[in-house]
């Protein structure tokens, strides 16, 4: 599976940005997917997950209640929507594919990794 993402910019706080992530492959609804983000000097954090079929998700404490997950099983895309943006959630956005297991917050969980997208929130 390859994972490209898009949808980053620079944004003023409180705005929204809606992140995409696309998968090529067939087997696209077998892979648990998530988002990381990574900001300059820091490691890498988790953001939110989503299982198999879209029925579950998992948020980070920072981003719980603003930012939502979800995905399109039949158009290979998994969105992050953004909302109430912060300059704190500046960072690199990725995405990430896990083969085996659903709703996973580590980042060694995930098996393949898309080439990240920038986000800046501007004060």
């Known amino acids: 599976i390859q994972l490209q993402a898009s949808g980053g910019g620079l944004v003023q706080a409180g705005g929204s940005l809606r992140l995409s992530c696309a998968a090529s492959?067939?087997?696209?609804?077998?892979?648990?997917m998530g988002w990381f983000r990574q900001a300059p000097g820091k490691e890498r954090e988790f953001v939110a997950a989503?299982?198999?079929?879209?029925?579950?998700?998992y948020y980070g404490d920072s981003v719980k209640g603003r930012f939502t997950i979800s995905r399109d099983n039949a158009k290979n895309t998994v969105d992050l929507q953004m909302n109430s943006l912060k300059p704190e959630d500046t960072a690199v956005y990725y995405c990430?594919?896990?083969?085996?297991?659903?709703?996973?917050?580590?980042?060694?969980?995930?098996?393949?990794w898309g080439q990240g997208t920038q986000v800046t929130v501007s004060s």
């Open positions: 989503i299982s198999q079929t879209g029925g579950r998700t």
């Open positions: 492959g067939r087997t696209f609804s077998q892979y648990g």
């Open positions: 990430a594919a896990d083969r085996f297991r659903d709703l996973m917050v580590q980042t060694y969980a995930y098996d393949y």
